[in-house]
T-cell receptor, first 115, second 112 residues
Framework: AQSVAQPEDQVNVAEGNPLTVKCTYSVSGNPYLFWYVQYPNRGLQFLLK??????LVKGSYGFEAEFNKSQTSFHLKKPSALVSDSALYFCAVRDIDGGNNRLAFGKGNQVVVIP | DAEITQSPRHKITETGRQVTLACHQTWNHNNMFWYRQDLGHGLRLIHYSYGVQDTNKGEVSDGYSVSRSNTEDLPLTLESAASSQTSVYFC???????????FGQGTRLTVV
């Protein structure tokens, strides 16, 4: 089965510092990778995706992610974190075992940006 | 604007009762999904549908059922609610291969 792992439960970062949220993947075939953000009491919102092409993908709210095939990683990054970036972040991968349109999610990372 | 809505937003029910959570999308997406979110488990797939009259079991489907009679709706039914089904439930839809999913606001279900 296709899967993603988010090794850290919580990431603490000072406001203005770079933010990195880690994700590694395990797939057969080409990976289709996604990042979502969840603010308190809200549904998940799409941030960005990697399908093919440039390894550096730019998304919403100043976020970007780097696809690294040799390390099977798709880390989410932001150069300068804001307090408003405090949220739960999910990495996801297309799950071909259940048909091409399923997404398998990681457990999520809580990001806390400290003022 | 197109959207995906869930109702109710909050529900308290008793053990053993049948409960139905509604999901309605106006994106005209063929693919719809139900997830539950629990601390320490992230999002786990309950059921999904690739089109009208199509339903499939996800990784945690026991005790749940869905039906797809039209493109817009995928109601989730808990046949006999159990305390283990206390959770936050999210509905999502996507148009197809390689596209992002759009999520509803969630339904917080408490089984007492």
């Amino acid at each position: 089965a296709q899967s993603v792992a988010q090794p850290e439960d919580q990431v603490n970062v000072a406001e203005g510092n770079p933010l990195t949220v880690k994700c590694t993947y395990s797939v057969s075939g080409n990976p289709y990778l996604f990042w979502y953000v969840q603010y308190p009491n809200r549904g998940l919102q799409f941030l960005l995706k990697y399908i093919t092409g440039d390894n550096l993908v730019k998304g919403s709210y100043g976020f970007e992610a780097e696809f690294n095939k040799s390390q099977t990683s798709f880390h989410l990054k932001k150069p300068s974190a804001l307090v408003s970036d405090s949220a739960l972040y999910f990495c996801a991968v297309r799950d071909i075992d259940g048909g091409n349109n399923r997404l398998a999610f990681g457990k999520g990372n809580q990001v806390v940006v400290i003022p | 604007d197109a959207e995906i809505t869930q109702s109710p937003r909050h529900k308290i029910t008793e053990t053993g009762r049948q409960v139905t959570l509604a999901c309605h999308q106006t994106w005209n997406h063929n693919n719809m999904f139900w997830y539950r979110q629990d601390l320490g488990h992230g999002l786990r797939l309950i059921h999904y549908s690739y089109g009208v009259q199509d339903t499939n079991k996800g990784e945690v489907s026991d005790g749940y059922s869905v039906s797809r009679s039209n493109t817009e709706d995928l109601p989730l039914t808990l046949e006999s609610a159990a305390s283990s089904q206390t959770s936050v439930y999210f509905c999502a839809s996507r148009s197809g291969f390689g596209t992002e999913a759009f999520f509803g606001q969630g339904t917080r279900l408490t089984v007492v």
